[in-house]
């Protein structure tokens, strides 16, 4: 918007029909630009505003007072309709026909009015008063006038007087007035909320509520209660324990449930059957026998005979024991020419590799014909895996001298 301009807008509320009749509910417009924030109330009344058109022929609203002299119920040429009210046409000099009402007024609003005077100009007169304030004085010939006046919050006296002077009578002598709008007497709504828990059934006029979670609203007189009805949780929880759980002075090593009633933070109960699954850690036993120098378990290698424990975790996050007896039965092949069992070859049968006890400086693999197949220094073993299926003799050089072993690849 730009700066002076303006724009309508338009809201369209439709009212509950539980309403009742007679409360104003506020309605909060908030109008939010870059100089700040502006915060109006509106208040939008429920039913029809206070008229008094005498159209019952009486003075049908409540609350009217005649003073001495009164007004009276007239046909004549009414501002609406087919009645008004009329200053009695008995009134004479130095009389003050009176006609008042008070009403007690919550919010600023206003009353309206219709009047029309036939009288001597300048003595006779209507007047119109609030808490005695003169606010019309008229007389003369005066046609139906419309008058409109604020009224504040407060108990307030709303009062009409036809009053004639000491002498002369003119004109129809009266005053008459018609569609008096009376300021509302507003009822504000008032908002309360209640919390509910889910289960706890609360009958509200027709309708039961607290079956289900959620936000209902409920006009009561003239308050507008907003029941929420928080969930009382029910549901299952699992947990797990490893071998045994000491639970209420029980200790448990096999599967149970309980009932477990906790309090949210609405003070709802909820309620939760915990599933204890008991698991149980595992022991295990691996014997493995081999030839090979070492042996490689769970990260770790092995190159002694033993017994050898270690502790593992289940998928239920219990122990798993697992006990490696471990056998290294390597061929004990001493090489006699260098020195008995000095040097060890193994496994003298083999798919793959032969390993020697130590690293030795020349080892060679011949075939039966006596043909070099190959030749390593400096080696602790001997790779067969490139050559064919067959028996071959592995000769061995060190230091202390040569020795030849028969070496079988399957
Ligand atoms: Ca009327
Ligand atoms: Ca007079």
Redesign the pocket.
């Known amino acids: 918007m730009a700066p002076g301009a303006s724009v309508t807008v338009t809201y369209n509320l439709q009212a509950d029909n539980r309403l009742p009749i007679g409360i104003s509910i506020p309605l909060v417009l908030t109008l939010t630009g870059t100089e700040g924030t502006a915060v109006n109330t509106l208040p939008i009344y429920i039913g029809s505003p206070m008229v008094e ?3 019952s022929g009486t003075f049908s609203l409540a609350g009217w007072t005649q003073g001495y002299y009164n007004w009276i119920i007239d046909t004549t040429a ?4 087919i ?2 009210a009329r200053s009695d046409s008995a009134l004479t000099h130095s009389q003050t026909a009176e006609l008042a009402i008070q009403r007690t007024v919550s919010m600023a609003d206003s009353i309206s009015f219709w009047y029309k005077v036939s009288s001597e100009s300048g003595y006779d007169k209507f007047h119109f008063y609030i808490d005695n304030e003169e606010l019309v004085t008229a007389s003369g010939e005066v046609a139906w006038t419309r008058a409109a006046f604020a009224v504040q919050p407060g108990s307030h006296n709303f009062r009409f007087t036809y009053s004639k002077d000491g002498s002369v009578n003119r004109n129809s002598d009266c005053a008459w007035i ?2 008096i709008t009376l300021p509302t007497p507003r009822n504000d709504v008032q908002f309360s909320n209640v919390d509910l828990c889910q289960g706890d059934l609360q009958v509200v006029g027709d309708d039961t509520i607290g079956r289900t979670p959620g936000s209902f609203a409920v006009v009561s007189g003239n308050t507008l209660v907003e029941y929420t009805v928080h969930p009382a949780y029910s549901g299952l929880i699992d947990f797990a324990a490893c071998d045994s759980l000491l639970w209420n002075g029980t200790v448990y090593t096999t599967d149970f449930n309980y009932n477990h009633i906790d309090t949210t933070v609405y003070g709802c109960d909820s309620l939760e059957t915990v599933n204890v699954h008991i698991f149980h850690s595992a022991y295990d036993t691996v014997e493995i026998t081999t030839q090979a120098s070492n042996f490689r378990w769970h990260g770790e290698t092995y190159t002694e005979s033993g017994e050898y424990t270690i502790t593992l975790t289940t998928t239920a996050g219990c122990d798993s024991v697992v006990t490696l007896i471990l056998t290294f039965d390597r061929p004990q092949n001493g090489i006699g020419d260098i020195d008995d069992n000095a040097l060890l070859a193994y496994p003298t049968i083999t798919t793959g590799s032969v390993m020697f006890s130590t690293e030795v400086p020349v080892a060679e693999l011949y075939d039966l014909q006596g043909r070099l197949l190959l030749r390593r220094e400096q080696v602790s073993g001997i790779d067969l895996t490139p050559l064919p299926q067959g028996i071959y003799l592995l000769r061995i050089t060190t230091e202390a001298g040569t020795a030849a072993l028969r070496i079988e690849r399957l």
């Open positions: 058109t005498f159209e009414p501002a609406a309709g009645y008004c018609d569609n």
